[in-house]
């Protein structure tokens, strides 16, 4: 298959996430529960990339994300960009950000913590020096990229 280029078809509307590190493309398909998706998903990994090594690509058509599902992403993929797409074309490309706080959605590692006791919704302050980290608002646990669960 030398010189061959194989590619994800086109969609018409919807949204595709690029630039996902191949290690992180099923979780990203998990958290958006894409198994349910009414409509066509595709998904691409270990794909090749200058900047990640190998990388993984969603298209997910029909559907635009939320900002807290990029919030999300940014937490799983950092690197990622998110293309929304018009009549087949790039209608607009923007980089994720990290959000300063992180509410409902990340489970905190501590077993102590009221929000794992209680039923009380997570909050996460987000701390991006020297990696990504996150402090629970309650028990001021800090939790490193490897140790950030999604609810």
Same mark, same amino acid.
């Given at each position: 298959?030398?010189?061959k280029?194989l590619? +994800?078809?086109? $969609? &018409? !509307?919807?949204? @595709?996430?690029?630039?996902?590190?191949?290690?992180?493309?099923?979780?990203?398909?998990? %958290?958006?529960?894409?198994?349910?998706?009414?409509?066509?998903?595709?998904?691409?990994?270990?794909?090749?990339?200058?900047?990640?090594?190998?990388?993984?690509?969603?298209?997910?058509?029909?559907?635009?994300?939320?900002?807290?599902?990029?919030?999300?992403?940014a937490?799983?993929?950092?690197?990622?960009? +998110?293309?929304? $797409? &018009? !009549?087949?074309? @790039?209608?607009?490309?923007?980089?994720?950000?990290?959000?300063?706080?992180?509410?409902? %959605?990340?489970?905190?590692?501590?077993?102590?913590?009221?929000t794992?006791?209680?039923?009380v919704?997570?909050r996460?302050?987000?701390?991006?020096?020297?990696?990504?980290?996150?402090?629970?608002?309650?028990?001021?646990?800090?939790?490193?990229?490897?140790?950030?669960?999604?609810?």
């Amino acid at each position: 298959m030398s010189g061959k280029t194989l590619r +994800i078809a086109a $969609i &018409k !509307e919807g949204t @595709v996430i690029d630039h996902i590190p191949a290690e992180k493309i099923f979780s990203v398909v998990r %958290f958006l529960k894409l198994d349910k998706a009414s409509g066509p998903v595709s998904v691409a990994t270990n794909l090749m990339s200058k900047l990640l090594g190998k990388k993984g690509v969603i298209k997910i058509s029909g559907r635009e994300l939320t900002s807290v599902e990029v919030e999300e992403i940014a937490l799983l993929a950092p690197e990622a960009t +998110i293309n929304i $797409i &018009k !009549e087949y074309d @790039v209608a607009q490309k923007r980089q994720v950000t990290l959000p300063k706080q992180i509410k409902g %959605f990340v489970c905190c590692m501590n077993p102590n913590c009221i929000t794992n006791k209680q039923p009380v919704s997570t909050r996460f302050s987000v701390k991006n020096q020297d990696g990504l980290k996150l402090k629970c608002s309650y028990c001021e646990r800090e939790m490193g990229q490897r140790q950030i669960r999604i609810i």
